[in-house]
């Protein structure tokens, strides 16, 4: 195991924390920075280490929206509409079911041929940078056809669950119309429209306001912190601390003698009570 992309903290500098000086547990230690860093980040419902989101938004035809991450650090791509990108149809006339899905970072393909035998084939944007490479992919699958149509960055395909191509072509659509205005208040992660370049592109959009439809809306954008706020740290310090000392405890027994020795156990409520304290001024407000 290695440490994942969101670690808010490192194995050398929890073991500097807590005295640990063997590197017997070090595997154990970093599965707790691992898992508490996962436990703050969905606490808190929002990106705390730098990284690159990819979102579609419901913009319910407003000129703001609140990206679900702040701060926001640089926006590559604001986009909205509809192109059709790649063609998918099936190419097997006796197959039962052939699925075309286009997920968060892949695009996934279930063929079941007449004798019943499922197959998955999962191809990620990471792999197929281009929707021209995507293409390309699906077509040397067997039981699928697929044509490039218009060639654009995977990611900015839209998301969409199954659909069934034996008896009709599939065409998977980007979000095109990029040549808009905009403003960013990075600090809260609002995006604000000032200037939609093609509000006669169709008569139902307002000019100069998001389309008023489910996730119509694409930012791509980097968002989190450069360098960690320090109490967010020290709330992994004491989180993974307690979860190392205490493996091997009852924690709910506060007080504990033998013989004439005994001690007492922070109570977990005042440990939750503090580490809420260092957390809540970055919580999401929804």
């Known amino acids: 195991m290695a440490l994942a992309s969101n670690a808010l ?29 996962d436990q703050i980040e969905r606490w808190c419902d929002r990106v705390i280490v730098q990284r690159t989101v990819t979102e579609f938004l419901d913009a319910r035809a407003d000129r703001t929206i609140a990206l679900s991450n702040a701060p926001v650090i640089s926006v590559d791509l604001v986009a909205y509409g509809a192109r059709d990108s790649i063609s998918v149809s099936s190419d097997t006339a006796t197959d039962l079911l052939a699925t075309v899905s286009i997920e968060e970072d892949q695009a996934r393909l279930v063929r079941i041929a007449s004798d019943g035998t499922s197959t998955s084939s999962t191809l990620t944007f990471a792999s197929n940078p281009t929707t021209a490479t995507l293409s390309a992919a699906i077509d040397a699958l067997t039981g699928f056809a697929s044509t490039s149509i ?44 000032r200037a939609d370049a093609f509000p006669a592109d169709d008569s139902k959009r307002m000019p100069n306001r998001f389309p008023n439809s489910f996730q119509s809306v694409l930012v791509r954008y980097s968002a989190g912190y450069s360098t960690l706020p320090n109490a967010i740290v020290q709330a992994a310090f004491e989180l993974i601390s307690d979860a190392y000392r205490g493996r091997d405890r009852d924690r709910a027994i506060n007080n504990e003698s033998l013989g004439g020795y005994s001690y007492t156990v922070r109570p977990w409520a005042e440990w939750t009570a503090n580490v809420n304290s260092l957390l809540a001024p970055f919580r999401r407000v929804r």
């Open 9 to 37: 903290t490192t194995v050398a500098d929890v073991k500097t924390y807590m005295g640990v000086t063997s590197s017997s547990d070090d595997t154990l230690i970093e599965t707790l920075v691992n898992n508490v860093s």
């Open 150 to 193: 218009h060639n654009a960055p995977s990611f900015t395909l839209h998301r969409m669950g199954g659909r069934n191509v034996l008896d009709a072509t599939a065409f998977l659509t980007v979000a095109s119309d990029d040549e808009n205005e905009y403003r960013v208040d990075f600090d809260r992660g609002l995006v604000h429209l």
